[in-house]
């Protein structure tokens, strides 16, 4: 018996609220340990991030407030 599992990686740019500094970069690594987030890329003007994640496991306001208990303030 297999199973075959589809997984929806979608991608969207958030904006961070707070001047980046050595706190944020280290909270934007620990955040991509959170289930269901991929990757999180620091967008080259250094103001937004770049996130995949699986849309099977949550919804693009669970990401944003998952994002924020980890330290990050981010807008939707």
Not at 22 to 44: F, M, N, V
């Amino acid at each position: 018996m297999s199973y075959t599992f589809s997984l929806t990686k979608i991608q969207i740019r958030l904006k961070l609220d707070n001047a980046l500094d050595e706190k944020i970069l280290e909270r934007i690594s620990d955040a991509q340990a959170i289930y269901g987030i991929d990757w999180i890329r620091l967008d080259p003007s250094m103001t937004s991030i770049l996130v995949e994640y699986d849309a099977t496991r949550m919804r693009p306001t669970d990401l944003a407030a998952n994002l924020r208990k980890a330290g990050l303030a981010v807008e939707n």
